[in-house]
């Protein structure tokens, strides 16, 4: 069973950085992971989940443009792990954010971590 796990969330005044963390399970082979495309989402109380960022096993990247040059995705293959680095965060980047693995045509999604920007 494919697991992906978040972690890192949590309260940050306007302004502030936060790094999110994706695992995934060891039910992933490496070499699986590091050709596999990461994505991290986010959904707002009241609205849709929408995209956040992309990394593939390039590794290229895509971004939001909401979130483009104060967020960064990055991956360690080695660790199974992708990252989200978050910086000038707004009260606008309040969320759940969810990490998004596609492995061998099947999309998985973990749990998800809150994010709350706030003075």
């Known amino acids: 069973q494919v697991q992906l796990v978040e972690s890192g969330g949590g309260l940050v005044q306007p302004g502030g950085s936060l790094r999110l963390s994706c695992a995934a399970s060891a039910s992933v082979s490496g070499r699986v992971f590091s050709v596999s495309d990461m994505l991290w989402y986010r959904q707002a109380p009241g609205r849709q989940r929408e995209f956040v960022a992309r990394i593939t096993g390039g590794p290229g990247t895509n971004y939001a443009d909401s979130v483009k040059g104060r967020f960064t995705i990055s991956r360690d293959n080695a660790k199974k792990m992708v990252y989200l680095q978050m910086d000038s965060l707004k009260p606008d980047d309040t969320a759940v954010y969810y990490c998004?693995?596609?492995?061998?045509?099947?999309?998985?999604w973990g749990q998800g971590t809150q994010v709350t920007v706030s003075s």
């Open positions: 998004n693995g596609r492995f061998m045509g099947s999309e998985y």
